[in-house]
Every structure is written in structure tokens, then in C-alpha cells.
């Protein structure tokens, strides 16, 4: 007896009238607020595109800005230096999530500047070791990741790991798509 065939899953929306050409643009649905939604507009008419077209643009630009800042990097310092630059810089800014949560429970304001703060420095002094640490090949021989962030609750002695580690592993991630390139 054969199995009863099973019944594709609901994606939701509207269904589709026909599928979609070979290099026909695929729509795409977003929510946002209203004042970023005001702003679109404003760019629309001022530059005279649609909507979807000014949209499509913005995030074609925002891709092209972060290759422009690794070759910008790389001109500058070297691919290696580059890296290690660019790496720094997502584990730190990785660390504001968890010291924007342990400042918020002791009470405290989370500022613009939150690396004024004497322990929110030391999460990102910490995460930056880390970077280093975990790029080492004596201090991480097998060069695996540990897991972002330990089991159990966030406090001032392991915010800096998810940073460390989420901005190690696009390090790894860039390194082995460009040596694939």
C-alpha cells in the first residue's frame, strides 16, 4: 500500500498566480515604523523612484558599504591587519546587547557612550583578549569556537563571549569565502 501523499505546507499570504521568470524580481514584504516608512517616501519622490525601487537600492547599498569598508581596511592595513581590525570591532560592538541588559537590571543608563562605564569597558577589554585568544593557534589549537554564550544567566563575567566568538566566526566565515573566490 502506498503512503498518502502529503500536502505542502502553508507558507501563508496570498498565493501565488504563476511562478516566477528566470531573473524576474521576487517580491518581498517588510514592516517597519512609520517614521522610517515617512522617510522612504520622502527619498521616493525626491529622487523619483518607487518604493520598492528605492528599498531594493538602500539594501543593494548597505552590501556594497561593507565590502567598501574591508577594502577600505585591507588598502590601509593589509588583509590580515584588515581582519583582525574589522573582527575587533564586531566583538566589541557584539558586547552591547548583554551589557545594555545587565546595566538595565542593576538600574543603570544604558548611554550613547556606554563605554564610559568602567565594567561595560571590561567586557569589551575582555572580548577583544578573547578575539585574540581564539585566533591564536597555542592558545586554541583546534581552532573550534566555544559556545557564544554559557548556560545559565548573563553576568558581567561572561558578557563578553558572545561578542568574542559571533565576531571569530564571520572572521572564519570571510576567510574561507574569499579563499574560495
Known amino acids: 500500500m502506498k503512503a ?6 502553508n507558507r501563508g499570504g496570498r498565493p501565488r498566480k504563476r511562478k516566477l521568470r528566470a531573473g ?3 517580491p518581498v514584504a517588510f514592516r517597519c515604523s512609520p517614521v522610517l516608512k515617512a522617510a522612504i517616501d520622502d527619498a521616493c519622490r525626491q ?3 518607487s518604493f520598492s525601487q528605492e528599498v531594493e537600492l538602500r539594501v543593494a547599498r548597505s552590501f556594497d558599504q561593507q565590502e567598501l569598508l574591508m577594502e577600505a581596511l585591507t588598502l ?5 591587519l584588515a581582519d583582525l581590525v574589522y573582527t575587533i570591532g564586531h566583538a566589541i560592538d557584539g558586547t552591547r546587547y548583554d551589557v ?3 546595566m538595565t537590571k542593576e538600574g543603570r543608563d544604558f548611554e550613547e557612550h556606554w563605554l564610559n562605564d568602567g565594567p561595560s569597558r571590561e567586557v569589551a577589554r575582555t572580548a577583544v583578549e578573547w ?3 581564539l585566533k591564536d593557534p597555542d592558545k586554541n589549537p583546534t581552532g573550534l569556537l566555544p559556545t557564544p554564550r554559557p548556560s545559565g544567566e548573563i553576568n558581567w563575567k561572561n558578557a563578553h563571549r558572545q561578542g568574542a566568538v559571533v565576531a571569530v566566526g564571520r572572521a572564519h566565515a570571510r ?3 574569499r579563499n574560495r573566490t
Open 4 to 9: 498518502p501523499k502529503r500536502q505542502p505546507k
Open 24 to 26: 524576474e524580481p521576487v
Open 131 to 133: 578575539v585574540f585568544d
Open 100 to 102: 545594555y541588559e545587565l
Open 47 to 49: 529622487h523619483g523612484r
Open 76 to 80: 590601509r592595513f593589509g588583509e590580515r
Open 175 to 177: 576567510a574561507i569565502k
